[in-house]
């Protein structure tokens, strides 16, 4: 969640001006020139869907500054761009933000996953898994392997909810939306289904959605495999409840 240099879009050519709360005018991008980038362009692919590739080789990437990092993170062109302008406008408003994750591929989340595993291990496989799934995705469902979605700041829901945390979080609410970054894990009060409540996880739409529906349209749970309790994807409803568990703002966005 951090932002504050303009670096030329290769993909987006126009941007429409608008003005914050504070009246400081922000460029964005213009969601109907968002909807002319090609697909060879976006990568599409089920390898990429599922996280088996790498980013650190595609020219689509870019490595984030270490201004805004808190290790190496590196994102998709496109979403690293509107994050700088968004880190601009927030900046502005004194408000900074620091990606703590971004980009991770199957071996990453496969990592990620197989460690706490291990920490679960005195539960049995369903419960194991459903436990780890309050936060964390099996490998080849996560969206972070799209290097769209960004972690921000802090990993925990109560950094949000007093003092610079909740500024931070305030700000977002009102203003990220411009700039194409949505919260996709909400409260589950309105039927939301997967993951548990995430304050920190903003994903960029313009591209995330498209991946989305690629994914929806050529994975199935037989493709969620070579990971330990990778059996249980279909059971689990691993496609249906997590990877389409999102806010309904998310859903409708276009």
């Known amino acids: 969640m951090a932002l504050i240099l303009f670096l030329g879009c290769s993909i987006i050519s126009c941007h429409t001006k608008t003005k914050d709360t504070n009246g400081i005018e922000i460029k964005e991008p213009a969601k109907d020139t968002l909807k002319t980038i090609k697909k060879d362009t976006l990568n599409i692919s089920k390898a990429f869907v599922l996280g088996k590739f790498d980013y650190k080789s595609d020219s689509t990437f870019v490595k984030v500054s270490s201004n805004y990092s808190s290790k190496n993170i590196y994102l998709k062109n496109e979403v690293y761009q509107a994050f700088l302008q968004m880190c601009n406008a927030a900046n502005k408003d004194s408000v900074t933000f620091k990606i703590i994750s971004g980009t991770r591929n199957f071996n990453e989340q496969k990592s990620i996953w197989e460690r706490k595993w291990v920490r679960y291990k005195d539960l049995n496989p ?9 936060y964390s995705s099996m490998p080849s469902s996560s969206r972070h392997h799209w ?3 960004i972690d921000l700041n802090s990993l925990n829901n109560s950094y949000f909810n007093s003092g610079k945390g909740l500024l931070e979080y305030q700000w977002l609410t009102i203003h990220a939306n411009r700039f194409g970054f949505y919260q996709v894990y909400t409260d589950k009060t309105d039927g939301r289904t997967g993951y548990q409540l995430e304050k920190w996880h903003w994903s960029y739409l313009p591209l995330a959605n498209q991946y989305l529906a690629f994914y929806n349209a050529n994975v199935n749970a037989g493709d969620i495999k070579g990971f330990k309790g990778s059996e249980l994807a279909a059971q689990l409803r691993i496609i249906e ?3 389409n568990g999102i806010s309904k703002k998310a859903i409708n966005y276009n």
Do not use: H, N, S
């Open 126 to 134: 369903k419960d194991r898994a459903l436990k780890i799934l309050e």
């Open 147 to 149: 290097g769209t979605d």
């Open 241 to 243: 409840d997590y990877v």
